[in-house]
């Protein structure tokens, strides 16, 4: 058996080498096959519309391409802020006593100057009308007083006298108002009034919460912003506010004030916005996520979609006019801002080219092309321009 082997050992070793190398080669012919010889993350290394294998065989590959047009993009900045009403008070009495009557329910819309609570106030009514009388004695007698000084029947000293004490009773009787008055509370503005606190012939002391008042025509929106961002947030910029009790809606609305003072502790800033609320979806206390859309200015954009990122840069295929047809062509372009789904176009593209949105993954440069077309984009775009290769 030993013999044999050193007989024919070394011809078993070259046969073996051989047969690898025979499936080293059947493999790799499978692939190219199969594969087509070579792959799409290669193609921007030819250096922008340089042929990749792609002309040969079959028919024009059925793509959708999309115009590069104007498209508006900002400088996104994110908040989270608390709503407020745009005028918001607590009604309460100035002076302890009893509820009379009670002139709203709960939810009214009332008018500014409606009278919402009245006090009981008898005993200021009894000092009112002894006021008023007084008064209105003390009043005729500086009249008669004034006509006796006239005709010199009364001394300066006696008219001084009495126009004192028509005084006195004036101020008296103004101030039997002023307490009566303030025995009545009205609306200071147009607005809301939440829930009803309290009940006729309860006894009520200074601080004690009758209901509230809210003007929600407006909404004010507090959120903060760190000291580095102030730069960015300017009276008049718009933005625009969620809330998780509206998902599918969005409030928008501008910057109203930016405040005088950071905050040492926090390095932040308290902005406020307004938010027009005239259907009072909006209520006082809701939180809000604010995307505030500073900086905003139009620029050349396409879907993200259409954009290969390479190693040395991006690229997308550009759809160019050929004899008999379309094709394509490998461009390098320069994004700016991505946002939206949409890509800022800087440098590569001109407003009209069309790029490939569907289709990418099995294009080669030059390879023809046929335009779906049931898109809209694609029917709307201009008219390609040949390009020279």
């Given at each position: 058996m030993m013999g044999l082997f050193k007989r024919f050992g070394f011809a078993a070793v070259v046969v073996a080498g051989l047969a690898l190398m025979l499936v080293v080669v059947v493999g790799k012919a499978t692939t190219d096959a199969v594969f087509g010889g070579g792959s799409a993350p290669s193609a921007p290394a030819q250096g922008g519309g340089g042929p990749g294998g792609g002309r040969g065989g079959g028919g024009p590959t059925s793509v959708v391409a999309v115009a590069a047009e104007m498209h508006t993009f900002t400088d996104g900045l994110q908040a989270i802020g608390t709503a407020q009403a745009r005028e918001s008070i607590v009604l309460t009495p100035k002076v302890a006593d009893t509820i009379r009557r009670l002139r709203f329910e709960s939810g009214d819309r009332v008018r500014a100057g409606q009278v919402l609570v009245e006090m009981s106030s008898v005993e200021q009514a009894a000092d009112m009308a002894e006021a008023r009388a007084a008064n209105q004695a003390a009043q005729e007698d500086l009249r008669r007083t004034q006509e006796l000084f006239n005709r010199g029947f009364a001394s300066q000293a006696r008219l001084d006298t009495v126009q004192a004490a028509a005084d006195a009773a004036a101020a008296r009787l103004n101030a039997g108002g002023s307490r009566i008055a303030d025995r009545t509370i009205r609306a200071p503005f147009a607005g809301v009034v939440g829930l009803r606190l309290a009940s006729p012939g309860q006894y009520v002391r200074p601080g004690d919460q009758i209901g509230t008042l809210d003007d929600t025509s407006e909404?004010?929106?507090?959120?903060?912003?760190?000291?580095?961002?102030?730069?960015?947030?300017?009276?008049?910029?718009?933005?625009?506010?969620?809330?998780?009790?509206?998902?599918?809606?969005?409030?928008?609305?501008?910057?109203?004030?930016?405040?005088?003072?950071?905050?040492?502790?926090?390095?932040t800033v308290r902005v406020r916005a307004m938010l027009p609320n005239e259907d009072g979806t909006l209520r006082p206390g809701m939180l809000m996520t604010v995307d505030v859309q500073s900086n905003p200015r139009e620029a050349l954009a396409i879907p993200e979609i259409a954009i290969l990122d390479q190693i040395d840069g991006a690229y997308v295929y550009r759809v160019v006019a050929r004899e008999g047809g379309q094709s394509v062509e490998l461009?390098?372009?320069?994004?700016?801002?991505?946002?939206?789904?949409?890509?800022?176009?800087?440098?590569?593209?001109?407003?009209?080219?069309?790029?490939?949105?569907?289709?990418?993954?099995?294009?080669?440069?030059?390879?023809?092309?046929?335009?779906?077309?049931?898109?809209?984009?694609?029917?709307?775009?201009?008219?390609?321009?040949?390009?020279?290769?």
């Open positions: 909404i004010k929106l507090d959120f903060t912003v760190t000291e580095t961002q102030i730069a960015r947030i300017v009276q008049g910029v718009n933005l625009v506010a969620r809330t998780a009790a509206y998902p599918d809606r969005t409030f928008t609305g501008t910057i109203a004030n930016v405040d005088s003072r950071v905050d040492p502790a926090t390095r461009a390098r372009i320069r994004a700016g801002q991505r946002a939206s789904g949409m890509a800022e176009v800087l440098e590569g593209l001109s407003a009209g080219d069309q790029v490939i949105t569907e289709g990418v993954q099995s294009l080669r440069p030059g390879q023809p092309v046929q335009l779906a077309p049931s898109q809209p984009a694609a029917e709307g775009a201009l008219p390609l321009r040949p390009r020279g290769r």
